[in-house]
């Protein structure tokens, strides 16, 4: 299906760093340009402080200065796209191993999977704190989510990005983000209440903006999870493929 790994994986990566760059900017974060990509800083202690879409060689002065300016723990999300001298500067910094992410790959010229019997449509932008509590609770397996804080929010109302909400009759039941960048359509951010799982909520939402996608003319569709979770597995359903590992490498 892909003739080329080495520049998919830049595309992707490319993409994906270009909508988090435009997360962290309407987010109220700081950013450095850092080896063909950014990092990523929203406060002290954030969950969401990082360096990704490092695709370009970097001296050790570039990684000390993304150092200084995550703090610690400084962490590097990393593909096979990144530059081969970075691992050896990564031993010798004290790196290690934090996390695995298998990135999902499919193309949007072949037939879409049915979106099913359940209701999805747009979030609105003033529905970003429904959205925001839905996507927390569920990834932190509650049902209750209307008191609920989220550990950070993904602003609605960003260009070229857009929330999902998953209804089970009148009820919220999840939600999924979009995000559009030459081309490549980027899911992220699924979650459905626990108590509505294994009725095809995920795979509802993964429909409904392929074919979201799809009209706005994208020909790629990628999204990134834990491997051997129920995600993957909705993923796979609805013809993704494996495209490449990822790795979270942290520091301090």
Known sequence: MFHDPLGLARRLERAQVLQNERFNQAAGGRSLPVGGGF??????????????????????????????????????????????????????????????????????????????????????????????????????????????????????????????????????????????VDGVALLSGDAVLPRFRGRGFQQALIAARLAFARDRGCDLACASTAPGTASQRSYEACGFRAAYPKVEMARG
């Open 39 to 180: 990092a990523h800083f929203r406060g002290e202690s954030h969950p969401l402080n990082q360096a990704l879409g490092l695709t370009r060689p970097l001296a050790e002065s570039d990684l000390e200065a993304v150092e200084g300016f995550l703090g610690a723990p400084t962490v590097l999300e990393l593909s096979p796209a990144a530059d081969p001298s970075l691992w050896p500067m990564l031993a010798r910094r004290g790196y290690r191993l934090q996390a695995f992410q298998q990135l999902w790959v499919r193309g949007l010229d072949a037939a879409l999977p049915p979106e099913g019997g359940a209701r999805i449509r747009l979030a609105e932008p003033a529905e970003a704190g429904t959205f925001n509590r839905l996507v927390a609770a569920g990834f932190q397996e509650r049902d209750a989510w209307r008191d609920l804080t989220p550990p950070f929010e993904m602003p609605l109302g960003v260009p070229e990005a857009w929330g999902f909400l998953a209804f089970a009759g009148e009820e919220p039941a999840g939600g999924g983000m979009l995000g559009i």
